[in-house]
């Protein structure tokens, strides 16, 4: 059907409404949006090919070995001292301790001894990089700023960037105390160790150079790179917004090149994460055994370790210096700037793409989208969509393994999506297949249909409500992984939904692993009530088809119970004008609800009106009498077993094979439901048993049809982890006496008290 006479036209202006919609999303909501940008960032930084670690980087750490040794808090700093000596003289080309050695050190750490021996052992070194303590420039900050002096600017600050007219697009910061003194004059070089976090809390870009008092001071990482590569701040370049080059870097193979780092319009460069900490690949050893080493005089093992090699030292046990990373939410942060300096060395580059490419790819993918969805309307269509979004994808992926670039991935997406369903919008064919998705195709119908479809309000009308629930299955949720849940719940709606549409039943709602179908609305059909037990039948009968599956992924077996009944009840559009659903309520049915409450799994269960309305023959095994909230009289329901007539359904009948146990097993149970509380335990022993029936014999008995939690007591006396559920089929009268026991059908069992079960019934079997 045509939609547009000047489809390309209207495609491109669908394009650019979208991009538009995406990027107002994106101006008022920026932290959910960037939160999921970077999410696929960190996917993409994870399936990239493993980061080439430099062989020229050593971590050294202040682990819990290290503070069960020397302590927790500040350490005499003569033993930093002592090991950045023993560095020196083993050949490390670069020593950078991630700690600040600020004021004097307090009489019980070594005092003004302490701070002489670093002072001594930095000038004796000569390759030591220090950190100095940097926060944002915040007019109310209430902290001590260090002025800069004349010496520290020459040293380690670089004035405004040539052909630049303001360094205003960098960070803004302040160094809020300085190092002990003297150590500035020896050190090789300071860096800033201030680094923002996105919006998410993530640490995946450092800023390479911060405006402190008019001038640019560098990174941690980047002076220690620069230290080891031999580049004097003098010849360091910087165009904002493009790169930082470090000009004729002299490599340990002898080659002279320099080093192009790209950085955006604030500094930043994007930091090429090796790994996660747990799996870094860059040599570690424990602050003890370095000083075993120094102290052991085993100077040949430790040249062997640092020579011409960075030596970061950091703190590992520290809590508070951990930080999220693409790869984990707490790494030590002197790992952070392992990974700045190793991202330097072996110029592993990314680069964002800046925010105008965003936009156009944002309209590009957008206009294609709609445009697909106008050439080729319905599934066509759609298929030219999903292959175009998936091609995408690709594209970005291969730019960022062999490029290093960094293309959007959501706002493009969204755009996409966005205009698909606009496009999709103008064909009346999209509005019911999309919304029948959600209603079914009979309710969209009837809403778009009737001339007052979308009115609030309703009319009496006569349906079958079929009520179906999972057994045990959230206790069974709890012991599974969430994705697995998913998987299962999904695999198991997936067959029920096709079943249900198969018999035109129409469902209503979703109640967490249950399913709320009618059958009578929005059309009545004289056979309703046949098709409703009919379909509650194969429902039954799919569920074998659903354990397949789940056996193949090694998921637990699902067991559901269903419950139908047949009444009058109101039909329409519920809620008020800003809020709308449409459905059907009444006493029918919360009485179809309370009914499939008594099934076990496997079992149909219906009401007399449910059985008198079928215009065939049923199969009923059993009739009982229950009682429902809100009726006075005993309701009686039917056990349904099979359907005759146009279908010829029969369920399997499900032998309980109980098996007498030698010796019973003690339990103990507690209703949960009704008006006995949960935690009100009593005693007893099974005597019979088998996977999924039992035989319980004690002085407490609970109604038929009540459900129980149990715990099974080992012969040990020990409580078997996990609870087991299950419903009071009928109470027996073994030996004589009457009332002394009761049969139950389990629900699906924890894993350890399914072994337990197994163990005991194979006993006796074999």
């Given amino acids: 059907m045509k ?20 990027l107002g999303h994106w101006f008022f909501s920026p932290h959910m949006l960037d939160r999921w940008e970077w999410t696929t960032y960190d996917w993409r930084l994870k399936l990239h090919p493993a980061t080439t670690a430099s062989e020229n980087l050593v971590m050294v750490g202040r682990d819990m070995e290290s503070v069960t040794r020397f302590g927790v808090g500040v350490w005499d700093r003569t033993m930093f001292a002592e090991v950045f000596k023993a560095f020196g003289k083993a050949g490390a080309a670069v020593v950078a301790p991630d700690f600040y050695f600020v004021g004097q050190s307090p009489p019980g750490r070594g005092g003004e001894a302490s701070d002489t021996a670093l002072r001594e052992a930095t000038a004796a070194n000569g390759r030591i990089v220090f950190p100095l303590p940097t926060l944002s420039r915040e007019p109310n900050d209430a902290v001590t700023i260090v002025q800069l002096d004349q010496s520290l600017r020459e040293r380690v600050l670089k004035l405004s960037p040539p052909g630049s007219a303001s360094i205003s697009t960098f960070r803004p910061a302040n160094i809020v105390t300085g190092l002990l003194p003297e150590l500035t004059t020896h050190a090789a070089a300071l860096g800033h160790i201030w680094a923002v976090p996105d919006l998410d809390g993530g640490f995946r870009r450092v800023p390479l150079y911060v405006d402190v008092q008019g001038a640019l001071f560098p990174s941690f990482g980047l002076a220690v790179a620069a230290t080891f590569l031999d580049v004097p701040p003098k010849r360091i370049t910087i165009q904002p917004g493009r790169n930082v080059t470090l000009h004729r870097a002299r490599f340990p193979n002898g080659e002279i090149e320099d080093v192009v780092i790209p950085i955006d319009l604030s500094g930043n460069m994007l930091i090429n994460y090796a790994s996660d900490w747990e799996h870094s690949p860059f040599p570690y050893f424990s602050f003890v055994d370095v000083w075993d080493a120094v102290m052991g005089g085993q100077s040949d093992d430790l040249k062997r370790v640092v020579n011409g090699n960075i030596v970061v030292v950091l703190p590992v ?43 156009l790819l944002t309209f590009a993918l957008s206009a294609l989208a709609a445009w697909f969805v106008l050439w080729r309307p319905g599934w066509k269509g759609t298929v030219c969509v999903k292959a175009s979004g998936i091609t995408y994808l690709g594209v970005a992926h291969a730019s960022f393994v062999f490029a290093g670039v960094v293309l959007p991935i959501l706002p493009p997406l969204y755009g996409a999506i966005v205009a698909t369903g606009v496009a999709m919008g103008l064909n009346t064919r999209f509005v019911r297949g999309v919304f029948g998705q959600f209603l079914g195709v009979g309710v969209v119908d009837e809403l778009l249909d009737k001339k007052h479809g979308l009115d609030l309000g309703g009319e009496m009308g006569t349906v079958t409500v079929l009520m179906s629930d999972l057994r045990g299955f959230t206790a069974m949720s709890e012991r599974l992984e969430p994705k697995d849940v998913v998987t299962v719940l999904n695999q198991y709606l997936d067959v029920m939904i ?60 699902l067991e559901m119970g269903i419950g139908l009944n047949t009444g009058d009840v109101v039909i329409g559009n519920l809620g008020s004008t800003k809020r709308m659903k449409w459905g059907v309520i009444g006493k029918h049915v919360n009485l179809a ?56 359904l029969m369920l399997p009948e499900e032998e309980r094979g109980l098996v007498r146990l030698d010796q019973p097993v003690s339990l103990r149970f507690a209703v949960v439901e009704g008006s006995q509380r949960e935690d009100t335990w009593a005693n007893g022993q099974c005597v019979q048993l088998s996977l999924k029936w039992g035989q319980i014999e004690s002085d407490e008995l609970p109604p038929p049809l009540t459900n129980i939690k149990l715990k099974l007591i080992r012969a040990t006396g020990e409580a078997v982890p996990g609870d087991a559920y299950a419903k009071v089929m009928e109470i027996v009268t073994p030996d004589g006496k009457r009332g002394s026991g009761f049969v139950v059908r389990f629900s699906p069992l924890p894993p350890d008290v399914e072994v337990l079960v197994r163990e005991r019934v194979s006993s006796i079997l074999f």
């Fill in 3 to 22: 939609v547009f006479q000047y489809k390309p036209i209207v495609a491109c202006l669908l394009g650019v409404f979208a991009g538009l919609v995406v």
């Fill in 317 to 359: 046990a520290l809590e508070g210096d951990k930080r999220q990373t693409p790869f984990e939410l707490k790494a030590p942060g002197g790992f952070i700037h392992t990974n700045i300096i190793n991202t330097i060395l072996m110029q592993l580059w990314l680069k964002e793409t800046p925010h105008v490419v965003w936009a």
């Fill in 498 to 557: 096709e079943t249900i549409d198969r018999y035109g039943g129409t469902l209503n709602e979703f109640m967490g692993d249950g399913l709320f179908v009618m059958f009578g609305a929005p059309q009545l059909k004289e056979d309703d009530a046949e098709r409703a037990v009919a379909c509650a039948m194969d429902m039954q009968l799919s569920m074998d088809a659903v354990n397949r599956q789940n056996r193949q992924r090694n998921l637990p077996d």
């Fill in 593 to 648: 609800a309370r009914i499939q409450s008594y099934t076990v799994g496997g079992q149909v269960l219906i009401s007399e009106s449910t059985r008198d309305a079928v215009g065939c023959d049923l199969i009923i095994e059993s009739r009982m009498e229950i009682r429902a909230k809100g009726i006075d009289y005993p309701v009686p329901i039917y056990d349904v077993r099979g359907i005759t007539g146009n279908y010829g």
